[in-house]
């Protein structure tokens, strides 16, 4: 039998993610409303371990819905990666006296929150919070809408600058291991490449990008590379285009941390917000170790395990209809 929940803790952790302050609105507002308290985590796993933590209450998350970043700040925590660590981390929850934890943030602070829950049989709910959406099991993670839109308008204010200067551009794009935001943005901002790592098709690429381009006439191309596509991200693949087409002027443009910030938009603030909701209800149904998310527009249940370690591959009919309006 379990024990009834009546403090949460929540916490963010890794990197931050617009409409991560939506979805701690929405736990915070949630647990309230339920009868629950709920004591806010400052700094993640960090926070954890030496006990930075501040009760919150409907207040607290007054007029955060559109504000980018967490207002509980995030960190990549290596103490909590030991058992000493975890350690310090339980004996915190015991004296807050928190009886579950929802954590926000991607495959990092999922596999921390899996680990807590197995060696101290702490009840652990996730919502999944990256830009990457690399987790498996949800077919969007909050942050990601926003950040596909950031890149999208960088796209089409250099796509200004190539057309006027016949040029190429070289631009890289974030996701940790996964093309997802590099394969649709590209098809968002109509650019002519997408080269991400589950279809490592640099040098084809790149002659069908420029070379198509300027049998069409085209006079300028937009390359979009995943940071770890190939080794040297963007630079690399800068370099291969110049010692093939020297006759283009050709830029890299690295959009780096700018796709993490800003206010997040109505996707993800709905997002999070419905997410955020349904941690408390699967934590009220007694639901452990699993992460909220959205499956074909139906809030679903899946297992920490197998979100981590299923691995979400790019859809073949989107990168296939990429190779179709590229030409
Ligand atoms: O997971 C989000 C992310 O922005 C990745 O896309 C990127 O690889 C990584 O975090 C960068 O991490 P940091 O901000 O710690 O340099």
Not at 77 to 88: I, L, N, S, V, Y
Not at 116 to 136: F, H
Request: overall charge negative; proline content about 3%.
């Amino acid at each position: 039998m379990e024990y009834q929940i009546k403090t949460i803790g929540v916490l963010t952790s890794g990197g931050d993610a617009p409409g991560m302050n939506a979805a701690l609105r929405a736990i915070t507002r949630g647990a309230i409303y339920n009868g629950i308290k709920v004591k806010a985590i400052f700094r993640g796993y960090k926070g954890l371990i030496d006990g930075d933590i501040q009760e919150f209450t409907t207040q607290d998350v007054s007029g955060i819905i559109q504000r980018g970043g967490t207002i509980i700040r995030s960190a990549r925590c290596d103490e909590f990666r030991t058992p000493e660590g975890r350690k310090q981390a339980y004996d915190t929850l015991v004296k807050e006296q928190i009886d579950a934890l929802i954590v926000i943030g991607g495959d990092g602070t999922f596999t921390g929150a899996r680990m807590l829950a197995q060696e101290y049989n702490v009840p652990v709910i996730g919502v999944p919070g990256t830009i990457d959406n690399d987790l498996w099991g949800t077919d969007y993670t909050i942050g990601y809408d926003t950040a596909l839109n950031t890149i999208m308008d960088c796209v089409d204010k250099l796509r200004d600058t190539g057309t006027s200067h016949e040029r190429v551009f070289v631009v890289e794009v974030m996701g940790r291991d996964a093309g997802f935001l590099t394969l649709n943005a590209t098809i968002a901002a109509g650019a002519e490449a997408a080269i991400i790592p589950e279809r490592a098709t640099v040098e084809e690429q790149i002659e069908e990008a420029i070379g198509q381009g300027r049998r069409k006439h085209k006079n300028s191309a937009i390359l979009l590379v995943q940071e770890h596509a190939i080794p040297g991200g963007a630079q690399a693949v800068a370099k291969m285009i110049e010692q093939r087409h020297p006759e283009y002027g050709t830029r890299v443009t690295i959009l780096g941390h700018l796709q993490r910030g800003g206010s997040p938009t109505a996707f993800d603030r709905i997002l999070a917000s419905q997410l955020g909701g349904y941690a408390i209800k699967a934590l009220l149904e007694e639901q452990r170790s699993i992460m909220v998310g959205i499956r074909d527009n139906e809030i679903v249940y899946v297992p920490l395990s197998q979100a981590i370690q299923q691995k979400k591959d790019i859809p073949s009919d989107r990168w296939n209809a990429l190779h179709m309006l590229s030409i």
